[in-house]
């Protein structure tokens, strides 16, 4: 499983136009899931989300959680993540996971993240989605499960 995640002052995303999902100040998470992916590897990547100290407290310090600032979550679903560019020019997909599984498993995310944060906001699985934000910092993170 993999996640962007980046630091936000602002972000949406619209389908067709209409906006499904809109945050301020929090993080815009990019989620990939691949073949081998379970509940709880996704357990892991939400506890590792939702407590990384990615804020700035007084002082300066990337010091603050999610939970500290008031900040909330836009979750986004992603296969691309899982392309795999080593042959050619044409990026293949087959590291992702089965759309059906990996639907389950981002509907999944989504639920664990409402229990820790107020505000989750989410886009639509396979959907052509178009996404806006405003980068603080920028401030971008990669968390793969192959690396917790």
Known sequence: M????????ESAVKVDGETIGEIGKGLVVLIGVGRE???????KMVKKLVGMRIFEDENGKTNLSLA???GSLLLISQFTLYANCKKGNRPSFIEAGDPKEARRLYEYIIDACKSHIPV???????ADMKVS????????????SQDL
């Open 37 to 43: 992916d379970t509940k709880e590897i996704a357990d």
């Open 68 to 70: 500290d600032v008031d």
């Open 133 to 144: 934000l405003i980068n603080d910092g920028p401030f971008t993170i990669v968390l793969d």
């Open 120 to 126: 989750v906001e989410r886009g639509e699985f396979g």
């Open 2 to 9: 993999k996640f962007v995640i980046q630091r936000v002052l």
